[in-house]
């Protein structure tokens, strides 16, 4: 937009909009249009304007390095961009490939920064390391989507939980501006580091889940490409849809936060993961299936000793399913998920060779019938468990 359109967006003046495109404030790009980052800038620069800067002193503090944002120094970079072809010549990649990994990650380049051609380069590695496409598009599509949802996750804490109840309280503008402040230039440096730290962590964990894998199963060439040996546990939330509907959203979201904080920790005493949320439950996976059922008496055990939390169903089964970057599919998740369809509230319910395990494991299991399931072919033999440990 033109920096008129923008003045009047934003409730400056013309003149404001100018000082601050001159000072490299706005527009460093110095092509006489402002975009959504200018928005961005501008916040920028209004909190510290109202830590007592003036526009002069605050250009000059960012062009010396004594301030810098949370996004780094690029917010105020005039980087002039390359054109995607351009790009994608530089970095030995078909233009159509670039454009399929702007879609993965979620970037709608029309351009290409200098700085971003290192991600270029480390695409053109994997691939001519012999890492196919598709699993380079896979894995760009989780970091893009992964990164993505961190980044909304610190914005709109601090927004929902310090400038919306802050401001509901009374405080004045420039009280939530110089708290958010703060916390901007005490917490957003330490983010990357711990990005980077439980990358590694994770990385570690997620070698050694591979190499239990190769361990148990030695038999590669009969499974299909990323066939794994899972046990997959779903948990539905009973009468949710009814709770948001008398109580509303918020207090409906409550809820399912405070069975999360229930859920996690148990999830790593069973050596189990979340793999996401479905709806209002969650799907978990497993790699011993009497975990999984150990995992599900511990957690209906704390939500019965909290009168104010709801029942929950849980259907869990064990088979081979297909890991694909992130998640699991396949018969296995199938059948898991029709179970837990057919659990009552407060119930596990597991399917024969989860019943098995169970059972070996010294926890009590009965059978409860032959069941159709939808997008099953056949009958299967269902079990609850019939007491805690």
């Known amino acids: 937009m033109s920096a008129g359109e923008f003045a009047d967006l934003v409730g400056l003046s013309r003149d404001e909009v100018e000082t601050y495109r001159s000072l490299g404030l706005l527009d460093p790009e110095n092509d006489g249009l402002l975009d959504d980052v200018d928005l961005v800038r501008l ?34 970079e005039g980087e002039a961009s390359l054109g995607l072809d351009e790009a994608a010549a530089r970095a030995g990649l078909e233009p159509e490939r670039l454009r399929e990994v702007s879609s993965a990650l979620g970037f709608s380049w029309s351009g290409v920064r200098e700085s971003d051609m290192d991600i270029l380069d480390a ?102 490409l990323g066939s794994v040996e899972a046990t997959i546990a779903f948990i539905d939330i009973a009468s949710f849809t009814a709770l ?16 999360e904080a229930i859920v996690r920790p148990l999830l790593v005493e069973n050596e189990g993961k979340l793999v996401k949320h ?5 799907m978990l996976a497993f790699r011993d299936p009497a975990d999984a059922v150990r995992f599900a008496i511990a957690t209906q055990s704390e939500l019965a000793a909290d009168p104010d939390l709801p029942a929950i169903r849980v259907g869990i089964n064990t088979g081979p399913a297909l890991y694909r970057t992130g998640d699991y599919l396949g018969g296995a998740v199938n059948v898991a998920s029709r179970v837990v369809n057919g659990a009552m509230p407060g119930q596990i319910l597991l399917t024969e060779p989860v019943a098995n395990a169970a059972a070996k494991a010294g926890i009590p299991v009965e059978e409860v019938g032959m069941r159709m399931m939808r997008g099953v072919d056949e009958p299967l033999a269902l079990y609850r468990v019939t007491a805690s440990r």
Request: charged share 30%; glycine share 8%; hydrophobic share 45%.
């Open 43 to 76: 916040d920028f620069v209004r909190h510290r304007l109202a830590q007592g800067y003036d526009a002069d002193s605050l250009a000059a503090a960012i062009r010396d390095g004594r301030v810098e944002s949370m996004y780094g120094r690029r917010l105020f």
């Open 123 to 224: 695409l053109n590695v994997a691939r001519d390391a012999g890492l196919p496409w598709e699993a380079i598009l896979g894995v760009t599509r989780v970091l893009g989507d992964s990164m993505r949802r961190i980044a909304d996750t610190e914005i709109r804490v601090v927004h929902v939980y310090i400038h919306e109840r802050l401001m509901a309280a009374g405080a004045s503008e420039a009280e939530v501006e110089q708290l958010i402040s703060g916390i901007e230039e005490n917490l957003a440096p330490l983010m990357e580091p711990m990005i980077q730290r439980l990358h590694r962590e994770y990385l570690l964990e997620a070698m050694m889940e591979d190499s239990f894998f190769h361990l148990a199963d030695s038999n590669l060439q009969a499974r299909e």
């Open 244 to 259: 948001a509907e008398a109580s509303g959203d918020d207090i409906a979201v409550r809820v399912l936060d405070r069975i």
């Open 278 to 282: 479905v709806g209002d439950g969650f």
